[in-house]
């Protein structure tokens, strides 16, 4: 099985993961960011690491079939319990299993679904497990970023980075996928590099509004707090679609043992990947702002160049760099209604 077949991108993490697999280290780490590919990358290892025909054939094998339809009993993986938290207790049952003889394979798979969720108590009863593993377990933990995890835990894990894609590949991509050129376009410029949440947003034609709403920012900022808050409703809503669209595949791809609680979690991860994606979109409008006055290139050419010119460079690389730096704030889940609210009236031209 090539180890990344039907899969956007990543090609050269692939090729590295074709070769660990060959000698796996004991534990692994995927970082990246969000709907970028990594949990999907994972169990793809996952499969080749116990594949019955060690690698050697095409297609899919009943064995790593097994693997990525969930139900291979060597490869398990953990998810948080609940809505946000990988509990101590969860650790600890993996702690128990670790050491057990694989059922089938020649080794066992264990992948923490979301170890940034992992609490400190959590990650503190896994140190023991890495340092001192067994030698048929591989562990492969997945995470936004190295610093989502203690530095114990992140240092006994060889550590693989998921970059984002290049737009016009995403564009190429989505339009192998029967995409018109036009929606590709628009899909991968929101998704800002991020091949799944292209995917999903590429069949939904609200993603033309979703763009320009928030390229209409920067032309309605004021100083008034009320109109700012209204602002922050507006572009909260322009996601509300595409939302919807990403929660009804979940329904129709998560097994039915899936909770209510991993749902709302995977839902409120998209809804951060969108705010994410927005802020980009408004930063690259300021961005454009300040190159096109200098006969730079713009990412955004269909904003009129008069339209750009109405700011000065030195304003529009400050605003860029204020939205930029709300995205921090949102990753670490505060109220996003609040953080653009405060985002917009900053924004306001001093009269």
């Not at 922050?232 to 669209?245: F, G, I, N, R, T």
């Not at 979690?265 to 927005?278: K, P």
């Not at 605003?319 to 930029?324: F, I, Q, S």
């Amino acid at each position: 099985m090539a180890l990344l077949d039907g899969i956007v991108g990543h090609g050269p993490v692939g090729s590295l993961l074709e070769r660990e697999a060959l000698r796996p280290a004991q534990a692994y780490l995927f970082v990246g960011p969000s709907n970028i590919g990594k949990a999907t990358v994972a169990r793809r290892f996952a499969a080749s690491l116990i594949c019955a025909e060690h690698g050697n054939h095409e297609g899919v094998c009943p064995s790593c079939r097994r693997v990525l339809g969930g139900n291979h009993p060597d490869v398990t993986v953990v998810r948080p319990e609940g809505a946000t938290s990988l509990s101590v207790e969860q650790a600890r049952e993996v702690i128990a299993r670790a050491p057990l003889s694989p059922v089938e394979a020649d080794r066992k798979v264990i992948v923490f679904d979301d170890a940034g969720a992992m609490t400190d108590q959590a990650a503190n009863a896994m140190l023991k497990t890495l340092e001192e593993p067994s030698a048929s377990t591989v562990f492969v933990l997945v995470a936004e970023s190295e610093f989502d995890l203690p530095s114990t835990v992140a240092s006994r894990c060889r550590t693989v980075q998921f970059g984002r894609l290049r737009e016009e590949d995403l564009v190429e991509a989505l339009m192998a996928r029967g995409v018109e050129e036009e929606q590709a376009r628009e899909a991968a410029s929101i998704a800002g590099g991020r091949p799944g949440l292209a995917l999903d947003l590429a069949q939904r034609p609200e993603v033309s509004r979703f763009r320009a709403v928030w390229l209409g920012v920067p032309l309605q900022v004021s100083s008034q707090a009320g109109e700012m808050f209204r602002l922050a409703d507006q572009v909260m809503e322009a996601s509300e679609p595409l939302l919807d669209a990403i929660r009804n595949r979940e329904e129709d791809e998560l097994e039915e043992r899936a909770t209510k609680e991993r749902r709302d979690r995977i839902i409120r991860q998209a809804s951060r990947s969108l705010l994410i994606a927005g802020l980009e979109i408004l930063a690259s409008w300021y961005a454009d702002a300040a190159s096109a006055q200098y006969a730079g290139p713009v990412r955004n050419r269909d904003i009129p160049a008069a339209t750009l010119a109405m700011m000065r460079p030195t304003d529009a690389i400050g605003n860029a760099e204020r939205v930029l730096s709300a995205v921090p704030d949102v990753r670490a889940n505060l109220r996003p209604h609040l953080i653009l609210t405060a985002l917009f009236t900053e924004l306001a031209p001093v009269v």
